[in-house]
């Protein structure tokens, strides 16, 4: 029996993942990447000495797909931990950085002190959480964020924890984003405990993970990319379509027809909705019909020395309600050893979301202009930065919104219908790095499970 050939589409982490585990177990595999550069949001630059995250920064400790995989890829020792001793985040809040108290676990208060203590929460919200841990189990389903945070812990605590903390994940709305897709461990709590005071602190008596909270490489996460490129075989080509033909694939990619008796689609599912237009139709709107945010990063450099603005922890998060362009900023340098020198100081701004993509279209003056105006009144800061760096991701960012579990379903069960065609990314199962990874790995197995 010949090797099976499997082609995969996209080279950011899902594929990337997929395209290690398949070529390791000694498949023909070819990865296919529209980009000059691996690794799709991921990317590091190093610019006047200071390693620059222009995608994600890092990764949740406590999903360990990342490390494993880095752990295969012997990279062991080029993983840090964020300086969670320093870790304070402040939100802005009526012209004021007020600092996130301890203890908050996503919109969860699990002590009583910081909250009592807190100028971020009113004291009729306080009252609210405290009386909310009273709640007993009821009717439990899914429903939009906004719906369930205010439901449990009032408005107030969707304004300024909520929406500012989800915003920098997903980008999205949480009027849209559904709870039982974006906090599942929140929607299992409220089912078994009613209260989700109680279910933190249940979750916390048991024992937590140990460690920092996100973990990343020294040099940056495209020392991932990198690892992996180096493993695999990867083709420069934009896949313009694909077709079945009888009982493998034919990819037009660049103009050229290439066959494979395998396809793993890790590219954004808009994208896998335009390449299977043509196998299903139905399979290809379902695609088509997951939203994504678009978002942008800058991060700018700074000499220490001339550095006069107020020094913010791991940085801030701007919520909507409060926000004019600035959603967040990180102080890179604070919040990761190795990648900041001491004579330095770089904040890394976010902006975007689903109600800003046209920020995308600024142009660089334009968008430097923004942050300097926002972090002057923000910060205080007048200093101008001697470096910087941008980079704009549109469409990049999956919103699971409220049904997301259904189509999910509805798109496993289709593509499932044919044969040797697989779907990876952060479109299904999750947003974050360890998730995508799983996708990948996923795929790989379930192609190569197919029985070659
Ligand atoms: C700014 C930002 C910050 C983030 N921060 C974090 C973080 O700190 N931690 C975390 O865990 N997650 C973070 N995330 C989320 C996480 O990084 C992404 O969800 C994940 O990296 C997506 O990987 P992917 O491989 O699924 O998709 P992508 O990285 O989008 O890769 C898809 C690839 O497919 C290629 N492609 C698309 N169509 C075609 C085609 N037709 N032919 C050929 N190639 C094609 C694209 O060029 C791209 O390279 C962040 C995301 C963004 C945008």
């Known amino acids: ?25 000694g498949a023909d595999c070819t990865i296919l990447e529209k980009q000059p550069r691996a690794g799709g949001v991921i990317e590091t630059r190093v610019t006047d000495g200071c390693t620059l995250e222009c995608g994600p920064d890092s990764f ?33 809040k009526r012209n004021a950085l007020v600092a996130l ?23 009729s919200t306080k009252l609210r959480m405290g009386l909310e841990y009273f709640r007993r189990p009821g009717e439990s389903h899914d429903r939009s964020v906004a719906e369930f945070v205010t ?12 929406e500012p903390l989800l915003s920098g994940v997903y980008g999205g709305d949480p009027a849209q984003l559904s709870v039982g897709s974006v906090l ?10 009613g209260s989700l005071v109680r279910g933190v602190l249940a979750g916390r ?57 395998q396809v793993i689609l890790a590219c954004p599912a808009w994208s896998a909705g335009r390449l299977l237009s043509g196998c299903d139709a139905r399979l290809a709107e379902l695609l088509g019909s997951i939203d994504y945010s678009s978002s942008l990063t800058l991060s700018l450099i700074y000499r220490a020395a001339d550095f006069d603005g107020k020094r913010a922890g791991f940085g801030f998060l701007v919520p ?75 469409r990049s960012m999956a919103q ?10 509805e798109i496993r069960e289709r593509a499932a219908a044919i044969p040797g065609l697989y779907l990876a990314g952060n479109a299904y199962e999750g947003i974050g790095i360890p998730d995508c990874i799983n996708t990948g790995r996923a795929a790989a197995q379930a192609a190569l499970n197919c029985g070659w």
């Open 184 to 193: 599942p461990r929140f929607l299992e709590m409220e089912a078994k405990y």
């Open 320 to 394: 909507k309600k409060e926000r004019q362009r600035l959603a967040a900023c990180t102080f890179v340098g604070t919040k990761f050893s190795y990648r900041v020198p001491d004579d330095r100081i770089v904040l890394r701004c976010f902006f975007g979301g689903i109600a800003d993509a046209a920020i995308l279209n600024e142009t660089d003056d334009s968008l430097i202009a923004i942050a300097r105006q926002e972090l002057r009144r923000m910060l205080g800061l007048t200093s101008e930065p001697i470096a910087h760096a941008i980079a704009r991701w549109p």
């Open 205 to 261: 008596s048991k024992g937590g993970a140990a460690g920092p909270l996100f973990r990343t490489l020294k040099g940056g996460l495209s020392q991932l990319v990198d690892a992996l490129v180096s493993r695999i075989k990867m083709r420069h080509a934009y896949v313009e379509t694909i077709e079945r033909s009888g009982n493998h694939f034919r990819l037009r990619a660049d103009g050229n027809w290439i066959e494979a008796d």
């Open 101 to 123: 108290p301890e203890g908050v676990m996503m919109i969860v208060p699990s002590r009583v002190m910081p909250m009592v203590k807190t100028s971020l929460l009113s004291w």
């Open 60 to 92: 949740l400790s406590a999903k360990p797909a990342a490390l494993a995989l880095i752990k295969e890829l012997g990279l062991e020792g080029e993983v840090i931990g964020s300086n969670d001793h320093q870790r304070i985040t402040y939100i802005w």
């Open 151 to 162: 439901d449990h812990f009032g408005e107030e605590t969707l304004d300024y924890l909520a």
């Open 1 to 25: 029996m010949s090797t099976p050939r499997v082609a995969v589409i996209g080279a950011g982490i899902s594929g990337l993942s997929a395209a290690y585990d398949l070529t390791r177990t």
């Open 400 to 409: 699971y919104t409220l049904g997301h579990r259904q189509r999910v379903e």
